[in-house]
């Protein structure tokens, strides 16, 4: 036995020895002697003190595993207050800095909670900006007389071809007569449903139930012809200039196209074909002719609900090319007599699509007004889901500026306000559809669904100035007829030059004709001599002179943008977090290395306990195996057997256990300090 201890002792000395050549510092080498000193225990005691290990292996090992895991994290950690935990000697101290990171912390989560709903109400702000020389399109203008009815109209109310208004308004009160009438002598006993057409009888005096009452067709033969447009003149941007007596802009790619309406009946709107004709006009003038005088003496008695809305002039609206034109809601009144310049601004609306406010990108459904089509836009999106649900439920088309209408009215589905025999409906018909449609017509599921805005879209910011129209009749009448004969002869110019030579003799009676028009005007001594045969309408001052023009080359863009983008919601969080605890990104890949170290050090202890105890019950020495070399292993530590001198890998390997012996005992003092 004393043999076996002097040669333990030679070997820990040349180990100790080969350390300080090694330049291995004191505590590598502390910690390798108390290591060779726990494997020189007697059997009996290593037995002993596996048996008590053992033993309190499933407590108190794992409260001090805990607990020193834990001190490990708040050491390491990089939130600010967990190493001051960790380090402190006075649990004072450590309570308070306790307190900061929790209550940091639920300010942190209330701030970060705050931040993220608010970024879910994406809240916009409108941002407006001037962009110069941006060419846009010219817009669309519909035109509407207030006086609505044409020469047309008296020939055929004269004749009884259509009921005139003063027939609608007799029937009227025919109908409140024939009610008071069944009441005998007792009109106090009156009942509620017989007082109906005595209210009617003044309710629905008016233009727009006189329009439902009304065949389509006969309508538009009551109403004005495109004709009602005497004038016209575009120029361009390029200097040129076009007089349109008649107007007439079909060469140069502009329509004229009727729009219905129950208030004003033809409405018509004049706008671009092309977009090339729509980005190089910058002037547009027309002038209106407003028709006859209302016959109120014999045919045209009525209207008296009508009374406030009787105007003289025009009401017309600016909108884009092919959209519904909303009249009622966005025109304007023209003054008779006096010329009226509207100066507009582009501008174009860019929205931001939100999932709270989302919009439509690009062309939608189009719908249809009466068999004109039109592109979608929102608020005649919304109103035509309540017109189909009228029809659908109540069997009549609803007729109220600013619906559209699916399809025209006729014996099978009529107008809701209809009562007469233009297409086959009863008063009684007339108080059926009219309860169905303010009882029964409600939101369907269709209609639930929200009609979308566009998310681009063009305004037009118009500044309207009035000024008296200094021209004469003989004038417009020279000027008109001129600029029409220039036109023709180059028309007749460009048909020659496309032409062979044998088929030009054929073009020149035309050319006679135009020469002649010409000279008549080159030649005439007094211009005002033809203003008996000239037009009257200037002078006369019915008519409404309307000039649209673009007021400058600018664009105004109106682009809206989210208030808290995802960009700033992160940078606000990262602010409160370095602003409550110091959270950083990096202390995701803290936590994975503190259960990555925590579990192999776990694994890694299971393993040597296991083997230690399974070695001191087996009576087994110092070490379980013996290599060729003379090194011995006990646990997942390497032992040099007596006789042995020791290799670098050796030493390596007693340095690295040296270092996680230091490790442990700080950890041990510092936890039995807590």
């Not at 030649?523 to 673009?550: G, I, P």
């Not at 503190?594 to 230690?612: D, E, K, M, S, V």
Request: proline share 5%; with cysteine; charged share 25%.
């Amino acid at each position: 036995m004393m043999a076996r201890f002097r040669a333990q002792a030679s070997r820990e000395d040349g180990a100790l020895e080969d350390f300080e050549m090694q330049g291995i510092d004191e505590d590598y080498r502390k910690a390798f002697l108390e290591d060779e000193a726990e494997q020189q225990q007697p059997l009996t005691q290593q037995k002993s003190s596996a048996v008590s290990a053992k033993s309190k292996l499933p407590s108190n090992n794992n409260m001090e595993g805990r607990k020193t895991s834990a001190m490990l994290f708040c050491e390491c950690s990089s939130i600010r207050g967990m190493p001051k935990i960790a380090r402190s000697s006075s649990s004072f101290l450590r309570r308070m800095w306790l307190s900061f990171i929790i209550g940091m912390t639920l300010v942190l989560i209330v701030s970060s909670s705050l931040a993220v709903r608010s970024y879910l109400q994406y809240d916009v702000i409108v941002h407006t900006s001037d962009i110069p020389e941006f060419p846009s399109k010219f817009p669309a203008i519909t035109i509407c007389l207030h006086r609505p009815f044409s020469q047309r109209a008296l020939s055929l109310w004269a004749n009884s071809s259509v009921m005139s208004p003063r027939g609608y308004n007799q029937r009227l009160r025919r109908w409140a007569q024939e009610a008071i009438n069944k009441t005998e002598s007792n009109f106090s006993r009156i009942k509620q449903k017989d007082a109906v057409p005595i209210f009617y009888a003044l309710y629905y005096d008016m233009l727009e139930m006189y329009y439902q009452n009304v065949r389509y067709e006969d309508t538009r033969l009551l109403s004005h012809d495109p004709s009602v447009i005497r004038k016209c003149i575009i120029m361009t941007k390029w200097g040129e200039s076009h007089f349109k007596d008649p107007c007439n802009l079909t060469d140069h790619n502009f329509s004229i196209k009727l729009f219905s309406h129950p208030k004003h009946f033809n409405c018509y709107t004049v706008e671009p074909n092309s977009e090339a004709s729509s980005l190089d006009t910058i002037f547009l003038g027309l002038a209106v002719d407003l028709g006859p005088k209302p016959d109120y003496l014999n045919l045209q008695q009525g209207f008296l609900n009508d009374v406030f809305d009787q105007a003289t002039g025009l009401r017309l609206v600016i909108h884009e090319p092919n959209r519904y034109p909303d009249v009622e809601q966005f025109g304007k009144n023209i003054e008779a007599g006096k010329m009226t310049e509207l100066a507009y601004t582009p501008t174009l609306w860019n929205r931001s699509n939100t999932p709270v406010k989302p919009c439509i990108e690009g062309d939608a459904e189009p719908f249809e007004d009466l068999g004109r089509r039109f592109d979608y836009s929102q608020r005649e999106c919304t109103r035509m889901k309540t017109q189909r649900a009228a029809m659908e439920r109540c069997g009549c088309i609803i007729c109220l500026p600013g619906h559209p209408r699916p399809r025209i009215p006729g014996p099978d589905v009529a107008y809701c306000g209809t009562f007469t025999d233009a297409y086959n409906r009863t008063t009684d018909d007339f108080i059926r559809f009219s309860n169905c449609y303010v009882e029964d017509v409600q939101p369907s599921e269709d209609h639930l669904k929200p009609c979308l805005s566009r998310c681009v879209f063009s305004e037009y910011e118009t500044k309207l100035s009035v000024t008296e129209w200094g021209a004469t009749d003989w004038q417009v009448y020279w000027s008109g007829k001129y600029l029409n004969d220039i036109e023709e002869l180059q028309r007749l110019m460009n048909q020659r030059d496309n032409r062979p030579e044998e088929e030009q003799q054929g073009l020149a009676p035309r050319f006679d004709d135009v020469k002649k028009r010409i000279m008549h005007y080159l030649t005439k001594e007094n211009l005002t001599s033809v203003q008996a045969s000239a037009d009257q309408m200037v002078e006369s001052k019915n008519f409404a002179y309307v000039v649209l023009k673009r007021k400058g080359e600018n664009l105004i863009l109106k682009q809206e943008k989210q208030v808290l983008t995802l960009n700033a919601l992160m940078s606000q969080i990262g602010g409160l977090c370095s602003l409550t605890i110091g959270l950083t990104c990096a202390c995701i890949v803290e936590v994975v290395e503190f259960f990555y170290i925590y579990l192999t050090t776990f694994r890694t202890n299971g393993q040597a306990g296991t083997a230690a105890i399974n070695n001191d019950g087996g009576g087994g020495g110092v070490g379980a195996s013996e290599s060729s070399a003379g090194v011995g292993t006990h646990g997942q530590r390497t032992v040099l057997l007596p006789g042995t001198a020791p290799t670098s890998l050796d030493l390596d390997n007693a340095a690295n256990h040296g270092d996680q012996r230091i490790e442990h005992r700080q950890l041990h003092q510092r936890s039995s300090q807590i």
